[in-house]
């Protein structure tokens, strides 16, 4: 806090706080933070004669990255009215705009039994193999459709361009910059539409925007907690907190994205993406996802728990050398050869983004970025694991009629517990954003529509506004950073352990009962972040929940007290769900037996990645990693 902020009229941080509340709250974490707990709000109003914008529309797509694009234009083209509502801009929000490899699966070239051994093996076989299948029949379309479009003439950021002339060809009506806070339900318990509001109030006042929709898809990608290093800042989230308040299930949420950074520049995602802003054209990954290594592992953030640093080895602790990935990728120019004609390029420098030295002269082109640290993406999921809950490859939320959702919002597990290699999230994204298009608008000719009342519209956009109204409350920057301090340190989500999650979880539910209700926003930007900031919440006591209930290690979730695989009790998934007493359910999905891993195989080849402590465990348990499993 600085004196320049004190002195702003309205704002008197602690003040209004009594010694009781300053120690409970002390308890919560003991994290330094620099934004004031407490904000009066001085230009507190109430909110009921808002302007109300209503829509009514056949198909309400939220969000605008792949996801989001795919959806919406395959909804217009089959001749739906089609609404998409953005809280940043369309393909410049989000992740998709850094987006800059793709792995299209093309039958001419690679062997289909091949990649579903090898990406089950790296995704520890609890990937779903039927989006797998999907992803090898639709991903050469997408590159084929995105080539059309001239997507691969472009870089990375200029696509958004090109998404944005598609939908406006499309017939698309699009709305930017509105923050969506719930999903509207008739009493049947049928998904209606949604609420959000506009929150750009510097010149004009903040409208509410409620739309009355057939059928609602979420492509609202995926969540962090406001990372610093990795550019996913706005994404929190929301379309999985809107799902689960709606009464969808979740999926996936123990698994976590293991990005690193860099040590001179950790909190400057620009810098240590800057590359993905200038390349242009297709580049595609090339040859079959590795077995054990080349995606993101749990390897790599153990790498920078035990030694400080990872310097690009691919064992724990940092030994073996580059992965057998990275080291085909030299020989890329010459694979390149074998594309040509078919428009693709494979990268050449993409060594140099897994780690550089920390001294001498960085590579031509680049600037020395130090050390390559774990944890990033502070909190965000394996792309296309966690999220809503589908069993049945529809895109359909489970359970919930009128709701779908695509891309990082949709629990796929299209990548199982580990992220298996570049590629597979924007074309996964566009895949499944196509998928839930057709499957809406064949419902939509069937089933009956949602009649959302009057009161229910009420309810939501009164709720939506609250922060606004109350005069004083917790500032959402505050309760940012406490959340960052419960849930970034690496011992939380890396290197797991029931008493340090217990801890975190404390932490996070007192926020959630105590202070959520509490927060205050004085103009529309920090009511955006209020929402925001219960969404984190929400999603982080889904993290620190499965991750307590699966008790084994599988891919990026590691347990320190339960650091091996256990087929038995967890070839599953785990289901998070809303009680009928508003307490969060948890359950086992189990999988199929097929997709087991080959009982005649010896643990170790089953599964190649070792864990710390895995070996002595199993040993105790009297199983030998190198006999049958
Ligand atoms: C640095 C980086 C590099 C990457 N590299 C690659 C790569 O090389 N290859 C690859 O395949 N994938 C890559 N990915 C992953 C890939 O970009 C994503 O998985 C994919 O683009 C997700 O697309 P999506 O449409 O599902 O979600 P997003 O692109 O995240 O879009 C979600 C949209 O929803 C909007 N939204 C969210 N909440 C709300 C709300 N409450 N109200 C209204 N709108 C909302 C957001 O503003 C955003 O526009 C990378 C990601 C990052 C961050």
């Given at each position: 806090m600085t004196n320049k902020d004190q002195k702003k009229p309205g704002r008197t941080p602690f003040s209004a706080m009594s010694r009781r509340d300053l120690l409970t709250l002390g308890a919560v974490t003991a994290t330094a933070v620099a934004a004031p707990m407490i904000i009066r709000n001085?230009?507190?109003?109430?909110?009921?004669?808002i302007i109300k914008d209503n829509y009514d529309t056949d198909i309400l797509v939220i969000g605008s990255g792949f996801a989001g694009v795919f959806a919406a234009v395959e909804a217009s083209t089959k001749g739906q009215r089609v609404l998409l509502l953005d809280k940043g801009s369309v393909g410049w929000s989000g992740l998709s705009p850094w987006a800059s490899d793709s792995r299209p699966f093309d039958p001419t070239i690679y062997d289909r039994d091949e990649w579903m051994e090898n990406l089950s093996t790296n995704c520890e076989w609890i990937n779903d193999r039927g989006w797998l299948d999907i992803f090898m029949d639709e991903s050469m379309n997408i590159f084929e459709t995105l080539d059309s479009w001239g997507v691969h003439k472009c870089k990375p950021f200029e696509r958004s361009k090109v998404f944005l002339n598609k939908l406006q060809q499309a017939g698309v009506e699009i709305i930017e910059r509105v923050m969506v806070t719930s999903l509207l339900k008739d009493e049947a318990g049928r998904v209606g539409g949604a609420v959000g509001f506009t929150?750009?109030?510097?010149n004009d006042e903040c409208k509410s925007v409620i739309v009355k929709a057939k059928a609602t898809i979420l492509c609202t990608g995926a969540g962090a907690y406001k990372s610093p290093g990795f550019p996913n800042w706005g994404q929190t989230f929301d379309g999985d907190a809107m799902a689960y308040m709606a009464g969808a299930t979740i999926t996936g949420k123990e698994f976590h994205d293991t990005h690193g950074t860099f040590s001179n520049y950790p909190a400057a995602a620009y810098e240590n993406w800057s590359w993905a802003q200038d390349v242009t054209g297709a580049f595609i990954m090339v040859g079959a996802p590795e077995k054990a290594s080349g995606g993101l592992t749990i390897d790599e953030a153990l790498q920078a728990a035990q030694s400080g640093v990872s310097r690009g080895g691919h064992g724990p602790g940092g030994a073996g050398g580059p992965p057998p990935e990275m080291e085909a990728m030299k020989t890329s120019a010459e694979k390149n050869q074998s594309y040509k004609g078919k428009g693709f390029l494979a990268r050449e420098d993409l060594i140099l983004d897994f780690g550089e030295p920390p001294s001498g002269p960085p590579p031509k082109g680049h600037i020395n970025k130090g050390y390559h640290v774990?944890?990033?993406?502070?909190?965000?999921?394996v792309h296309k694991s966690e999220g809503v809950f589908n069993a049945d490859l529809s895109c359909r939320a489970d359970g919930i009629k009128g709701l779908y959702a695509a891309g990082d919002a949709l629990g796929s597990m299209l990548c199982g517990s580990s992220y298996p290699g570049r590629g597979f999230s924007s074309y996964g994204s566009a895949i499944q954003g196509r998928i839930a298009a057709q499957t809406a608008c064949a419902d939509v000719a069937t089933l009956e529509e949602a009649t959302v009342t009057d009161a229910e519209i009420e309810t939501k956009v009164a709720q939506m506004w609250s922060p606004r109204e109350r005069d004083k409350g917790y500032s959402p920057s505050w309760v940012t950073q406490v959340l960052q301090g419960a849930m970034t340190p690496f011992h939380i989500l890396y290197i797991k352990e029931e008493r340090r999650l217990e801890g975190a979880l404390s932490s996070i539910e007192y926020l959630r009962k105590h202070v959520v209700p509490n927060l205050v926003a004085s103009n529309g930007h920090e009511l955006r972040m209020a929402h925001e900031t219960a969404s984190m919440l929400l999603n982080a006591e889904m993290k620190l929940r499965a991750s307590l209930y699966r008790t084994e290690s599988r891919g990026t979730h590691f347990r320190e007290d339960y650091p091996a695989r256990n087929d038995a009790d967890w070839h599953c998934w785990v289901l998070l769900q809303q009680g009928a007493d508003g307490a969060m359910q948890l359950a086992k999905h189990m999988l199929p037996e097929e997709w087991r891993p080959d009982a005649t195989a010896s643990y170790r080849e089953n599964y190649p990645r070792a864990y710390p402590g895995e070996e002595a465990f199993l040993a105790a348990q009297g199983i030998d990693v190198a006999s049958q499993s």
């Open positions: 001085g230009t507190a109003k109430p909110m009921g004669q929150f750009d109030d510097s774990g944890g990033a993406t502070s909190g965000m999921g």
